[in-house]
C-alpha cells in the first residue's frame, strides 16, 4: 500500500494584488509571531507591499531580514539560532525561498513563499537547491504551506525569468513520457494521480490560443502550472513527474558552464530536443516555443553547440539509476541527430 499522507498548500493566492490578501490570510491561518526573511533589494523594490504587513498592529513580524545563504553548512546553525516562529515567510527569487524553506524545514515551522519572479517550480516544491560541500544540490526540505504569486510584482520581474519560467513548464512533457517509459521498462512506478496533474498543469499552459500569451493572465496560467508540478512531485514522492531527460540535460550544462543560463531556459531547450527524440508532442513544444518567443530569446544567447552535444552524452550519467528515453543509445543516437538535423536547432546554437 502507498502512504497517503501527502504535504499541499494550503494557501494559494495568485492573483493581481495578491499580496494585499497575506495580512488577513495569515490571520485567518492562525499565524501572528511571524519571521519575514527577503531578497537582495526586495526591501527597497517592494517597500509599499512590505509596509502592509509592518503596520498591520495585528501581526507580530520579525523583519525584514536580507538573507540568501545557500551553504547548507552555514545555514543549519543559522536555522538553530533563531527563536520559534509561527511561520517564516521568504519574498524573493529562488535565493531567498531556498533559504527560507531550508530553515523553515530544519525546525519544522510552517513555510510561505512570495516569489518576486517565476524562473522555475522551486517556490512551490519540496526541493531546495543548495550548495553541499561546494556542489549545488537539490535537497530534500519542506513543501510551502502557502504560495502567495502576486502578478503585480511578477510583471516587473527582468524577461529572462519570464522564459525560464515558460522553460520548466513545458518540461513537464518529456518528463512524463519518460517517467511511463521507464515504468515500462521495469523501473519505479507511475503515481496515476501525480501523472495526471503534471499533464494537466503543462497543458492548460500550452494550448491557450496564440494571443494570450502576451495578456495579463497568460502568467497566471504559469504560475499555476508551476504551482501545480510541485505539487505532482509531492503526491509521487520524487521528482520524476516534473524532471526527465529534459532535466538531466540541464544538470549536465550545470555542470559544464555553472551559472551561465538560468534552470527553465537550459530545461526549455533540452525539452524541444527530447520531444523531437521521442517524437512526442514535438508539434505542440515547436509551436509553443516559437509564439511565446523563447527561441528567439534562446538564440540571443549564444550557446555552444559543442557545449549542448556534450551535456546530452553527460545526462544519462546524472542519474544513473533512472531509465528515461535517452539512457537508451538508439534514443541518445537520435537526440544527437536531431542537434545537426533540426532547422530550428541548427539556427538555435553557436558553432564556435
Ligand atoms: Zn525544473
Redesign the pocket.
Known amino acids: 500500500m502507498i502512504s497517503q499522507a501527502i504535504a499541499i498548500p494550503r494557501l494559494i493566492v495568485s492573483k493581481h494584488h495578491g499580496f494585499n490578501d497575506l495580512p488577513n490570510a495569515l490571520k485567518k491561518h492562525g499565524f501572528n509571531k511571524i519571521l519575514l526573511i527577503v531578497g537582495k533589494g526586495i526591501e527597497k523594490l517592494f517597500k509599499d507591499r512590505i509596509d502592509i504587513l509592518l503596520y498591520d498592529r495585528e501581526l507580530n513580524i520579525t523583519g525584514p531580514t536580507i538573507l540568501e545563504e545557500l551553504d547548507v553548512e552555514k545555514l543549519s546553525p543559522l536555522a538553530y539560532q533563531l527563536e520559534s516562529y509561527d511561520v517564516i515567510i521568504s519574498m524573493g527569487g529562488g535565493k531567498a525561498i531556498d533559504t527560507g524553506k531550508y530553515i523553515s524545514f530544519l525546525r519544522q515551522i510552517p513555510f510561505i513563499s512570495v516569489p518576486t519572479s517565476i524562473s522555475?517550480?522551486g517556490f512551490a516544491s519540496s526541493g531546495a537547491s543548495l550548495m553541499v560541500s561546494g556542489q549545488k544540490k537539490s535537497v530534500a526540505a519542506k513543501m510551502p504551506y502557502g504560495v502567495i504569486a502576486d502578478l503585480d510584482i511578477l510583471f516587473t520581474a527582468p524577461e529572462r525569468f519570464y522564459f525560464s519560467g515558460l522553460g520548466?513548464v513545458v518540461?513537464k512533457i518529456t518528463a512524463c513520457y519518460d517517467w511511463q517509459y521507464e515504468e515500462s521498462h521495469g523501473v519505479g512506478h507511475i503515481d496515476h494521480y501525480a501523472l495526471l496533474t503534471a499533464k494537466k498543469s503543462v497543458n492548460s499552459v500550452v494550448r491557450l490560443p496564440k494571443p494570450y500569451i502576451h495578456e495579463g493572465l497568460f502568467i497566471k496560467e504559469v504560475v499555476d502550472s508551476l504551482i501545480m508540478s510541485g505539487i505532482s512531485m509531492e503526491v509521487a514522492g520524487n521528482s520524476a513527474p516534473?524532471?526527465g531527460s529534459e532535466?538531466l540535460i540541464?544538470h549536465a550544462m550545470d555542470k559544464l558552464v555553472p551559472g551561465r543560463y538560468l534552470?527553465?531556459v537550459q530545461?526549455g531547450i533540452a525539452t524541444y530536443i527530447m520531444s523531437l527524440t521521442q517524437e512526442y508532442r514535438m508539434n505542440r513544444v515547436r509551436t509553443f516555443l516559437t509564439e511565446t518567443g523563447f527561441f528567439e530569446h534562446v538564440k540571443a544567447l549564444n550557446i555552444n553547440r559543442k557545449t549542448m552535444i556534450e551535456a546530452i552524452k553527460l545526462a544519462p550519467g546524472i542519474k544513473p539509476n533512472r531509465i528515461t528515453t535517452l539512457h537508451h543509445e538508439k534514443y541518445m543516437n537520435k537526440a544527437l541527430n536531431v542537434i545537426e538535423e533540426d532547422e530550428i536547432l541548427i539556427d538555435l546554437f553557436a558553432m564556435s
Open positions: 522555475n517550480d520548466d518540461s516534473a524532471s532535466h540541464s534552470h527553465g530545461v
